[in-house]
């Protein structure tokens, strides 16, 4: 970012916005899960092994690692966000993916245009901004639902932003 282009810390916000992906499961509830789970593939494991199957014990226990592992992976991803913010002469978007690294794109708000692909079952499949050559997709992660919502609100600001 130049200089020139450092935004006004003290300039009036008109939006903004922090994306999250949603998790259903949150953490009681994947220890539940787990903990059941577990439990049945023990019981199960020990039932084999008591007829002397004793190679699908292990099994058993192989597959609540693999869960454990992909809700794990699944978690992880979880942690990713994206901030949107829209000022009148800056709009920001600050991507943060799961590992921690952060990500600043900035657009002047005046030359920037917002892309929203829909479908006419599943509503917004894409949004992107694009501006100076540039283009950045934003909450990919979201549901259609709150696509719907945020591509209705952030439209909504950036022309705003351009009436002036």
């Given at each position: 970012m130049h200089p020139e282009e450092e935004p006004n810390i003290n300039e009036q916000l008109l939006f903004r916005a922090l994306l999250t992906p949603y998790r259903s499961l949150g953490k009681l509830g994947f220890t539940l899960m787990m903990l059941t789970f577990g439990f049945v593939s023990l019981v199960?494991?020990?039932?084999?092994?008591?007829?002397?199957?004793?190679?699908?014990?292990?099994?058993?226990?192989?597959?609540?690692?693999?869960?454990?592992?992909?809700?794990?992976?699944?978690?992880?991803?979880?942690?990713?966000?994206?901030?949107?913010?829209?000022?009148?002469?800056?709009?920001?978007?600050?991507?943060?993916?799961?590992?921690?690294?952060?990500?600043?794109?900035?657009?002047?708000?005046?030359?920037?245009?917002?892309?929203?692909?829909?479908?006419?079952?599943?509503?917004?499949?894409?949004?992107?901004?694009?501006?100076?050559?540039?283009?950045t997709e934003i909450g990919a992660f979201l549901n259609p639902e709150d696509r719907e919502t945020f591509a209705t609100e952030f439209g909504r600001a950036l022309a705003t932003t351009k009436l002036g």
């Amino acid at each position: 970012m130049h200089p020139e282009e450092e935004p006004n810390i003290n300039e009036q916000l008109l939006f903004r916005a922090l994306l999250t992906p949603y998790r259903s499961l949150g953490k009681l509830g994947f220890t539940l899960m787990m903990l059941t789970f577990g439990f049945v593939s023990l019981v199960t494991g020990l039932v084999f092994l008591s007829h002397g199957a004793w190679p699908v014990f292990g099994y058993f226990g192989l597959d609540v690692l693999l869960l454990w592992l992909a809700f794990r992976y699944n978690n992880r991803a979880a942690l990713a966000s994206e901030e949107v913010s829209i000022s009148r002469t800056l709009l920001l978007i600050r991507k943060t993916s799961p590992r921690g690294k952060v990500q600043e794109i900035t657009y002047n708000p005046f030359w920037t245009r917002f892309d929203v692909r829909r479908h006419h079952e599943y509503g917004v499949t894409h949004m992107a901004v694009s501006g100076s050559g540039n283009t950045t997709e934003i909450g990919a992660f979201l549901n259609p639902e709150d696509r719907e919502t945020f591509a209705t609100e952030f439209g909504r600001a950036l022309a705003t932003t351009k009436l002036g």
